[in-house]
């Protein structure tokens, strides 16, 4: 999403094509690409990826695959039609929003579906909020690592307790990030693991 973004960025440090596309809503489209869904998607990926070590509970995955592909499919359905309308020269600041301007005829049809694609995102949200309450409450247990991660916080309990987090003095034996080491049991090996 934030690699649409930046492609769509290049046609405007262009002179030619920028003047176009100046106060378009292809600048709209470009900056909501850059600016929204990679910090949404981040902050949902990194929820999911904490939440057993934050909780001690593992999250559904069947529920967090319901939340991720309809927020991807609205999330474009919201902001790719803005290039379209910006492409026909469709500017941000139309106080009919368009309705008034010859140039917006034949791309306007566009606004009402980015309104059904946000509703969509909004409710594309609830087997996200489902899946936080529910795994709160009734989760499968979830392991100390249940990411296979190789870094030393996941050497301490789901979730952590005590003092400094750790049940025990943590002894480390390897670099962070130590995967498909050659003859090892497993294809990661913990800093914390001999």
Not at 13 to 35: C, K, N, P, R, W
Not at 63 to 76: E, R, T, V
Not at 97 to 120: P, R, T
Request: hydrophobic share 45%; proline share 7%; aromatic share 16%.
């Amino acid at each position: 999403m934030f690699g649409i973004g930046g492609l769509t960025g290049l046609p405007l440090g262009l002179a030619a094509s920028d003047i176009y596309l100046h106060d378009t809503y292809y600048v709209i489209g470009h900056f909501h690409y850059v600016v929204a869904p990679g910090t949404i998607f981040a902050l949902f990926a990194g929820i999911y990826y904490w939440f057993p070590k934050m909780t001690g509970k593992k999250m559904s995955e069947m529920l967090g695959k319901l939340h991720f592909w309809p927020s991807l499919i609205f999330m474009n359905g919201i902001f790719m039609p803005m290039f379209i309308q910006g492409l026909a020269g469709v500017s941000r600041r139309l106080a009919d929003g368009g309705q008034s301007y010859a140039h917006a005829s034949g791309v306007l049809e566009w606004n009402e579906f980015m309104s059904i694609s946000a509703f969509c995102l909004g409710l594309a949200q609830i087997p996200f909020i489902v899946n936080i309450i529910m795994s709160l409450f009734s989760g499968d247990k979830a392991s100390r690592n249940p990411w296979d991660s190789t870094t030393i916080e996941w050497a301490a309990p789901s979730p952590p307790v005590g003092h400094g987090n750790f049940d025990k003095p943590v002894n480390v034996y390897h670099n962070s990030y130590e995967y498909s080491v050659p003859d090892a049991k497993k294809d990661f090996k913990p800093q914390f693991e001999k």
